[in-house]
């Protein structure tokens, strides 16, 4: 029987960090990361010392140019470990430009909702739903590459993966990097939408406080992390993984 364990991990660099020591102390065969797909010949070339880091980030830069920066400060302590694990190493999300899109529409969602004072929730559902992942793509590629024990890493839909994988046989088990970790507000919609559990008026004061988290946290402070925390502290808690 295949092993897995599927570790939850924050969209935070603070966790990614702990990730990567996590990983370093651990011994799997196969390590599945939540990225692009088409990174997989060099992501495997970087982690078998086939490339140096500098040449694999130069080469990062060309293939993500409008999203480097922002990718790179959040994965950035998992990938310098890559060449100093013994597991087999795939990146299992295909639908990265859809991803990508797509934060691009709920970025302009908010910037014309913070300058009409007004929601359209129909809009924002529509490109929020279109924003959930294709999960049978994701079980498919797992089946076919993973042996023995593996790790996959996921920031949301962790329990969702785990049925499914349960369902042809795996051995899951679910983890998370964080003791306690409060969910933004949009990641609380992401989660609420794909279990079939969110109404209008929940949708739109969740929808507000994300405006309000972009605008007065993410806006104001140097990085996303630092953003967080301080969204947190001033807030209180929202819902916990």
């Not at 651990?26 to 982690?47: A, E, G, Q, T, W």
């Not at 994300?210 to 209180?236: C, L, P």
Request: proline share 2%; net charge positive.
């Amino acid at each position: 029987m295949k092993k897995i364990d599927i570790v939850i991990v924050p969209n935070l660099r603070s966790s990614h960090e702990k990730l990567s020591e996590f990983i370093l102390k651990s011994n799997y065969d196969v390590l599945f990361l939540n990225f692009p797909r088409f990174l997989n010949s060099l992501i495997r070339d970087f982690s078998l010392n086939k490339i140096k880091y500098d040449e694999f980030m130069n080469k990062i830069s060309k293939i993500i140019p409008e999203y480097t920066n922002s990718w790179l400060y959040i994965n950035e302590p998992i990938i310098k470990i890559l060449n100093k694990v013994n597991s087999e190493v795939y990146c299992y999300l295909e639908e990265f430009d859809k991803i990508m899109e797509n934060s691009i529409k709920i970025a302009t969602l908010t910037l014309r909702s913070r300058i009409t004072n007004k929601i359209n929730l129909k809009e924002w559902l529509e490109v929020l739903e279109k924003s959930i992942i294709d999960m049978e793509s994701i079980v498919e590629f797992i089946t076919i590459k993973s042996y023995g024990k593996s790790l996959c890493i996921i920031e949301l839909s962790a329990w969702k993966l785990a049925k499914r994988l349960r369902e042809l046989g795996f051995d899951v088990k679910i983890k998370s990097i964080e003791r306690i970790h409060y969910l933004k507000p949009l990641e609380i919609l992401y989660v609420l939408l794909e279990k079939g559990k969110l109404n209008e008026k929940l949708a739109e004061e969740l929808i507000k406080e994300h405006i309000r988290f972009i605008y007065d946290f993410v806006i104001t402070h140097e990085n996303i992390d630092k953003a967080y925390f301080s969204w947190i502290n001033q807030t209180g808690k929202f819902l916990i993984i």
